[in-house]
C-alpha cells in the first residue's frame, strides 16, 4: 500500500530552520497534488501548504512568507523548507496527496517539530 514517511523534524530556537521531507512510494507521485498538514497537541490537524503538479504553490496566513514548499517528483518526495519558526509553529507535521480538498491515503506516522528555546 501507499507509504508516506515524513522526516527531518526536531527541536530548534525560536528563529531557527528545519527542513521537512516526505517520501512517497507506490504511488504515481508527479500525477498528485501535495500537501503539508501540522497537528499541535490538543487541537485539530490543519492545512500548511500545497503544491501542484505543475508546481503552482500555496500557503496558510499564519506561515506565509517563512515557509516554502517544494517537490522533487523524480524522488517521488516534498519538502518543507521552514524558516523564522515561532513557538507556535511547534505539531506533528503529515504530508499527503491531496484532490481538492479531499486526503488522498492513510497518514504516515509524522514528524515532531518543537520550536523552543
Known amino acids: 500500500q501507499v507509504q508516506l514517511v515524513e522526516s527531518g523534524g526536531g527541536l530548534v530556537q525560536p528563529g531557527g530552520s528545519l527542513r521537512l521531507s516526505c517520501a512517497a512510494s507506490?504511488?504515481?507521485?508527479?500525477?498528485?497534488?501535495m500537501g503539508w498538514y501540522r497537528q499541535a497537541p490538543g487541537k485539530q490537524r490543519e492545512w500548511v501548504a500545497t503544491i501542484t503538479t505543475g508546481g503552482r504553490t500555496n500557503y496558510a496566513d499564519s506561515v506565509k512568507d517563512r515557509f516554502t514548499i517544494s517537490r522533487d517528483n523524480a524522488e517521488g518526495t516534498v519538502y518543507l523548507q521552514m524558516n523564522s519558526l515561532k513557538p507556535e509553529d511547534s505539531a506533528v507535521y503529515y504530508c499527503?496527496?491531496?484532490?481538492?480538498?479531499?486526503?488522498?491515503?492513510?497518514w504516515g506516522q509524522g514528524t515532531q517539530v518543537t520550536v523552543s528555546s
Open positions: 507506490r504511488i504515481i507521485f508527479s500525477i498528485y497534488d
Open positions: 499527503n496527496a491531496v484532490a481538492g480538498m479531499t486526503i488522498m491515503f492513510p
